[in-house]
């Protein structure tokens, strides 16, 4: 009987006692046959609901099992969860789905889904091979009932999808979707883009997926017309877009989740979209259990909060009843992919055996509560189901649980034994691959383009005269010109952000962009980091090349969890086999003057610089921001990086560097023929030498560039020759140019314009150590403090003048 708790072992025995008292039914009824008289379901859809249900029950049984002994590392299972089998039923296996860690039993039924349509559109003579792509329906056909595709029955259709499941608990590197780095539900070819542990992180690129494949369905639409379609991707790497033009994006989440900012952003966002007359083809699916973790939902709060959600339109089922939450997601599915409008589907569902592997529930759970959970079990909800229409018998279906629970164990036991990732080049090779031959074919392609085939649009873009007629150009005009010429070259590329559009940005960097390329791909968006971040991961996983702005880095702090745990880590957890290229545009660094407080002028780089993979590149002048932004955009093309380019506010409209009207830090634009010889590979320093250049490295970047110029000329009238090093590349950093320009004086001055603590200069120094270097260094750094107002700021920024007396404090050891 049950106490305290919900053991494997009690699970089991209820399971097994539940089917041995279920009366047989007076008569059998044909499995091809509704279910009952007015089931939308025949018995033998059923029967796979029940497959499916019971291949995810076993799977967990067999997660507390290997972790029994060590060997299973991941326990958060779907038990009481598997209701979610028969929202993948109501849905076609092309439409992309970001799961819930408890969503297993959608996972099983998906795969078995996606080998049924593949297996019933291919030709009779060819071998079925079920890891391949799902066959996509027709987009113009009126689409099919939900559910039409059946698996074949039996665990046999099942049996790669607890293969990848088990896998993934073992930490297997033969796991298919992330080799063994994470327990995720993914596979390229099922359309389900896996998703980390972070509550509701996924939500907002659930919303950036729908208004992408809203987007390109249209532009298919439009080239359909024109005999053209769409393509994604410029040039001979161009593909067609990844979903069919009428998939709908569904997203599962806890009920916990509804509460988190996250969350709320996504369907914030989707809501003001709908609101403004956008569509958002996205079906979100609250899996309801009450908990998160130990803390309850209180009664009625997530019916309540999604009842609420503007512009969302609200669907509500029993996750112990498969036919009705069939019923209500093929209505709520149906509804948003002829709509192309948000909708959420409000599922209760039950948790059984707690959170994970080690929650003791009787800490915060009664057995009363317990047992009442028990009695609403999904799997034998449906078990009774088919026992009281007359499709099986108790014994049957009892049968069917074992010889499934025999082979997940069988499955198990063969996973054990596969070799797991063995060193860190292992661990991190998919992490974010460099291919700097590629990118640079890119930018020499792009050039050959613009000059060649494209000149004529070019000249058009650009009003009859291109940027490099224009004269010298400051920081943003460069950056302005570069935007547009990569819009040019990248038909994918969309830009994006607040005030980007009609204002062309708070510092005029976009202006005129959305008259030349209109505002489907250069557009506002609401105010909110976090859902601006979301649309551009959405964006990229659909194939676009999204170049969102942030418009301050301190505002960046309030979605950075949208860079660290979803944009860097997707090729990690998916072997490449998903990626989100993205070029972040940030406004950032200090120096403004007359204008600010620390959330305009902010210094906090560390947290950008922590993300493994990620691509931050600083320009400091004109001639440097269009090769990097080149640079970031094609390595994002290519590769699928994930790059940040923090633009320095105070250098936008500077012109002179050494004297009022110089003009110094003004300079001309290449034309197309000169892209070639200017680029700037990622992790590439500048180097500028003053004087002889023998007697000091300066190390800098940003803000920090043009300073320690003046420094050095200064230093230069006393004799001393300067090597001024620009990083230009936070990360990676451009480890051998610091070794190699350090080494040539022996003398280096690192110059950081961010803080002392958790600034850019610490790893330089570390780089310099761990290379071995003898000579001797010195920092000169921002204090650790937040920006004040006004004057305030000069007392903890960094000045020409501390970068000067650092320099002969140096020179004097």
Known sequence: MLSDVTTPQDLDDRFRETLAALPAAERRRDPADPVTDDAPLTGAQVLDLFDAQVTSRQLDLAGRWLRSFGEGFYTIGSAGHEGNAAVAAALRPTDPALLHYRSGAFYCLRAAQAAAAQAAAAPASDAVDASASAVEPDPAAEPEPAGSESPAGGFAAYAQAARDVLRGMVASSLDPIAGGRHKVFGRADLAIVPTTSTIASHLPR??????????????????????????????????????????????????????????????????????????????????????????????????????????????????????????????????????????????????????????????????????????????????????????????????????????????????????????????????????????????????????????????????GKPPELAGLMTLAQSINAALADGMLDHPQMALFGEDVAAKGGVYGVTKGLRDRFGAARVFDTLLDETSVLGLGLGAGLAGMLPVPEIQYLAYLHNAEDQLRGEAATMRFFSQGAFRNPMVVRVAGLA???????????????????????????????????????????????????????????????????????????????????????????????RVYRVGSADDLTIITFGNGVRMSLRAAAVLAEEGVGTRVVDLRWLAPLPVADIIRESSATGRVLVVDETRRSGGVGEGVIAALVDAGYVGAARRVAGVDSFVPLGPAARHVLVSAEAITDGARTLLAR
């Open 206 to 463: 659930a919303v950036g997926m729908g208004l992408a494949v809203e987007r390109l369905r249209r532009l298919d639409s439009a080239g359909r017309r024109t005999g053209a379609g769409v393509r994604v991707g410029s040039g001979a790497g161009a593909t067609h877009a990844p979903w069919p033009p009428d998939a709908i994006v569904v997203c599962s989440f806890g009920d916990a989740s509804v509460n988190h900012a996250s969350a709320t952003a996504a369907f914030n966002t989707a809501g003001w979209y709908d609101h403004a007359g956008l569509r958002i083809p996205v079906l979100f699916v609250c899996e309801d259990n009450g908990l998160g973790i130990s803390v309850r939902s209180p009664e009625g709060w997530v019916e309540t909060t999604l009842r609420a959600k503007p512009g969302i339109r609200y669907f509500s089922a029993d996750g112990a009843d498969p036919v009705r939450t069939y019923e209500v997601a093929a209505e709520a599915a149906a509804w948003v992919r002829r709509n192309r409008r948000p909708a959420v589907l409000h599922l209760r569902t039950v948790r059984l055996m707690g959170h994970a592997g080690a929650d003791a529930e009787s800490a915060y759970r009664g057995p009363a509560e317990l047992a009442e959970d028990l009695d609403r079990d999904p799997v034998a909800a449906t078990a009774r189901l088919l026992v009281d229409s007359g499709v099986a018998t108790g014994e049957e279906l009892l049968a069917r649980y074992d010889e499934t629970g025999w082979q997940v164990r069988r499955l198990a036991e063969e996973v054990l034994g596969e070799p797991k990732l063995a060193s860190a080049a292992d661990v991190v090779s998919a992490l974010a691959p460099r291919r700097p031959v590629r990118v640079a074919r890119a930018v020499a392609d792009a050039a050959a383009r613009a000059s060649g085939p494209g000149a004529g649009a070019r000249a058009e873009a650009f009003g």
């Open 591 to 685: 120096y403004q003057e007359g204008f600010g407080g620390h959330f305009h002028n902010d210094n906090s780089v560390a947290v950008l610089r922590d993300v493994p993979g990620l691509v931050v590149a600083v320009p400091a002048r004109p001639d440097d921001a269009a090769p990097m932004l080149r640079t970031c955009l094609a390595s994002a093309a290519v590769d699928g990086s994930v790059c940040v380019f923090l633009e320095p506010i105070a250098l936008y409209h500077t012109r002179d560097l050494y004297a009022d009207g110089d003009g110094e830090w003004l300079a001309g634009y290449p034309e197309p023929g000169g892209w070639v010889a200017g680029h700037v590979p990622i992790g590439r320093a």
